[in-house]
């Protein structure tokens, strides 16, 4: 079985508000997570065009983290983080997703932390996906690995 990334992206019906809400699902053999959190949606467009690079460097990795600040540990809700993984192209993708609801004492009460390998061609169609659904074309972005 593949492993998948998706996104899915809710833009608020004000149209003088930046924010939505970024629905995340990942899924593989044995796992699966589902999360989101409130989004600007010119994040989710720019994490799109930052997958553009080529080659990824493995010392500045593709990066996209939201949440509570300070944005690291038990206060990131949802993170994905895209770096080489060897030196025939493939890649690793990092999964960070949680409860955006804390249970009284700070720390989530489900999360999920994943990592999977994809590759280049799939990295582009993602991008394409992303620039899709953040311009309404599209209802959901998916990045397929294995």
Request: one cysteine or more; a negative charge.
């Amino acid at each position: 079985m593949n492993t998948s990334l998706s996104f899915s992206y809710q833009f608020s019906g004000d149209p003088n508000d930046d924010f939505g809400w970024l629905d995340v699902k990942v899924i593989g053999d044995k796992f699966a997570g589902h999360g989101g959190f409130w989004v600007q949606w010119q994040d989710v467009k720019e994490f799109g065009e930052d997958l553009s690079a080529y080659p990824i460097p493995p010392e500045a990795p593709i990066k996209a983290a939201w949440g509570y600040e300070p944005w690291e540990g038990d206060s990131l809700v949802v993170s994905v983080e895209v770096a080489p993984a060897d030196k025939r192209g493939n890649l690793s993708v990092q999964v960070w997703l949680r409860d955006y609801v804390e249970n009284g004492d700070g720390a989530p009460r489900n999360c999920v932390r994943t990592t999977f390998q994809t590759n280049y061609p799939e990295i582009e169609n993602f991008r394409i996906a992303i620039a899709a659904l953040m311009d309404g074309k599209a209802k959901e972005a998916v990045l397929v690995g294995h």
